[in-house]
Structure formats: C-alpha cells, structure tokens
C-alpha cells in the first residue's frame, strides 16, 4: 500500500530559527496536505498542494509539491513557541479522494 | 462558520461493551470521514460517508460501522470491543473530499 515517511521524525530547535520537513512516498500523489496536531486535538489543516512544482504560502508556512510528484516539503520561518506541535503530511490513496494517507509525522519542539 | 464538532470528547468502556460515538461536520460539507490514531499505527483511515452513503472504506474488521444521517451528522459504532481499539478517533468533514477538517476526536479507553 501507500506509505508516506516523513523526516526528520523529530527536532528539537531555538526560537527563531527556521524549520525544514519532508515527505516522501513510493508512489506519485496529485494532492499534498500539511496538517498540524496539538496534543489531545484534532490536526488543523495548514497548507494543500495540488500541481507539481506548486510553493504556497501561509503566513510563516511554506510547503512545495515536489517535481516528481513523489515528495513534498514544508518550512517554518521564524520558529515561536507555539509552532510546537506534531506536523504531519497527507496525500489521497489513489484514485479515493476523500480516503487520506498520512505520514508518520514529525515531531517538533521549540526552545526558548 | 462553527468547526467540527464530536461527542464525547472522552469515554470509557470495558471489553465486549459497544461504543457510539457522534460526529457534526462544518455547515455544507457533505462528505464525513472517520479515522482512528494510535500510537503505533498513527492514523488511519476507516471509512468515508457522503450523502447517506459509504463511499470509501478501509481495512478494519465489521465490528467497526458507520452511518450518516440526512442532516450530515454521522455516527460510528464499534461493538465487542477489545482493549487494541483504545485509540483517538477522529472525524472529518469536507465539500469534495480533498481538505479535511478534522474535529477535536473521542479518546476512547477500553479497559
């Protein structure tokens, strides 16, 4: 089946620096989701990519649909505290839109 | 636009008991997909409702089961529950099916 690794599985960084994050799969995607999850919540959807070599924005986000329709990237610019969180990718098993494959998250820890 | 709501928020229950849990989604969304986290599995897909009807479903035994209703609230049922479906089960509505929102997720704890 479809498998979405993500890496780093976890980092540990100073406020104010700048994060990169990506997503990797064995099987080309035509949609790419960024969500993020806070403990004992739901993930809140940050970002969709829907065409290859697309970069979006959202505020300090930015994530890119890989030219190979294989992977995809996510960074956070200006780290604050409350960036902490699990930041996972997510991609539509193929053919089901509505059926969602997510990676398996990275971890992210912010230090003062 | 009020988000998605689910209820309980948390529930505890003993092995070979049932569970329903409810799910509201976004105001207009017609699709609702349900998902369950786990620590070792992360999460993972069970099944998807668009208008009245299962759409999509994944690999999860017949004891996990679904319903939506005209209104677009949906349910899911869980019965002869064993201590492995302890998990965060989490809803999610959208308009086509491609953006999820999710809702805030029942801890579900089987003891």
């Known amino acids: 089946g479809q498998q979405l690794n993500q890496s780093p599985q976890s980092m540990f960084i100073q406020e104010g620096e700048d994060v990169s994050m990506n997503c990797t799969s064995s099987s080309i995607f035509n949609t790419w989701l960024w969500y993020k999850q806070d403990p004992g919540e739901g993930p809140v959807l940050l970002i969709a990519?829907?065409?290859?070599?697309e970069l979006t924005s959202n505020g300090r986000l930015t994530a890119q649909f890989g030219i190979t329709r294989k992977d995809s990237f996510l960074n956070i610019s200006a780290s604050i505290p409350s960036d902490v969180g699990i930041y996972f990718c997510?991609?539509?098993?193929?053919?089901?839109?509505?059926?969602?494959?997510f990676g398996t998250g990275t971890r992210l820890q912010v230090t003062l | 636009k009020a988000g998605v709501t689910q209820t309980p928020r948390y529930l505890i229950k003993t092995r070979g008991q049932q569970v329903t849990l409810s799910c509201s989604p976004i105001s207009g969304h017609r699709s609702v997909s349900w998902y369950q986290q786990t620590p070792g599995q992360g999460l993972q897909f069970l099944f998807e409702y668009f208008s009245e009807t299962q759409r999509n479903k994944g690999n999860f035994p017949g004891r996990f089961s679904g319903r939506q209703f005209s209104n677009s609230r949906s349910e899911m049922n869980v019965s002869t529950l064993e201590l492995g479906d302890s998990a965060l089960y989490l809803c999610?509505?959208?308009?086509?099916?491609?953006?999820?929102?999710f809702g805030p997720g029942t801890r579900l704890t089987v003891t």
């Open positions: 990519l829907y065409k290859a070599g």
């Open positions: 997510a991609g539509p098993y193929t053919g089901t839109a509505s059926k969602l494959t």
């Open positions: 999610a509505s959208s308009l086509s099916g491609h953006e999820q929102y």
